[in-house]
């Protein structure tokens, strides 16, 4: 693995969406740009975004967890 | 801005000040410290002080887009910057109070994961135990088209410059935490595109609603826990002592506002707004989102893990934002309960 900066970089955000930032685009399947208005997005994870491919907060609604809860988890 | 209406004697002393030229008014300086300091001592309450506070906001609006033919050169008039302390130091130990008393518990930073991790964490939390009366919820199912006019009349006079006061912080962070505040700010003052700015959008809205978008323009009608607010934002940027209030301020700001933001567009759709009044609140479902994750770990977080002994201020800036969020909401929902407005003149008087 290059330790270089790539272009581009994807922040996995705990509980979050994926923030993307640098240099990319968003297309649909057929290649057509999607609307976008901001350098740096953020991406929905949790499927309860109401503006997707965006996030708009409401993973913290649905209290959505990227790390699977349960007796094994030390809570950390 | 236009000069605003006095709202008593310290108020009224630094207006006609503010009208001479610097030299000569030693005297008059001199006296309106001894007020200044007089007042706040006998002053009930420094947050809902009318005269306090916009005794303030005049002050700090030298350090912005300035008053109407007041000369320039009284920004950093030694005289004025010392009235200017005596009135901030009683407003932020009040705010340290109201933050303590907003939020007595504040959760520890967790141990052994990325220290900006964990002060995300926190403030996440802190954004999600908010539970004051809703404001948004109102918007979204029940003001009337006057209360929503009230609402933005509130909000203008921040949103009309808003961002303006975390700028302040950039020259005084460094690394993770100053590239983060740079990203955030650039999206705020519209990526390049002066329409996107959100000062400019929420301009938009206000002319949707036929009401006067000129910076300042209704600074008489809000109360004094609306100029508390700003004048907490003027105070965390630019004293650099407070660097990490501001971030903190800015960080809880951004992670309490996308959902709010999605209701507040809802309310305006419901009295049949189109896209060009809610543009506003649209872009800030979808930039906060972003904002909050940068704003929470990177600009807070990063801020802490460069300088650990910021941690307090850091939250103390994001408990006073909720503190004070709480109070205007307070103040708001109690008017219109009551069937009263919630400005201080009646909005035709105001416009």
Known sequence: ?76 | MHIPEQRGPVSAALLAILAGQPEGNAAALTDLLALASARQTESADVIEDDDIQLALFCLYELHYGGLDGVDDSWEWNPGLIAVRRILEQPFEKELRREARTAVPEVPQVATGGPVSDGVANVLFALAATDTGPSLSKHVSKKATLGQLREFLIHKSVYQLKEADPHTWAIPRLSGRAKAALVEIQADEYGGGRPDRMHSALFARTMRALELDDRYGAYVDAVPAIALASVNMMSLFGLNRRLRGAIAGHLAIYEMTSSRPNQLYGNGFRRHGFDTAATAYFDEHVEADAVHEQIAGRDLAGGLVEAEPGLLPDVLFGATAAIALDARLTLHIMDAWENGLTSLRTDLAAAA
């Open chain 1, 1 to 76: 693995m290059s330790q270089e900066p790539a272009d581009g970089s994807i922040v996995v955000c705990p509980d979050g969406p994926l923030l993307v930032r640098g240099d990319f685009e968003i297309v649909t399947p057929s290649g057509e740009a999607v609307p976008r208005q901001r350098q740096t997005v953020a991406l929905c994870r949790c499927g309860a975004s109401a503006i997707k491919p965006y996030c708009d907060g409401t993973h913290k609604l649905i209290k959505f967890r990227t790390e699977p809860a349960g007796p094994a988890d030390p809570g950390a």
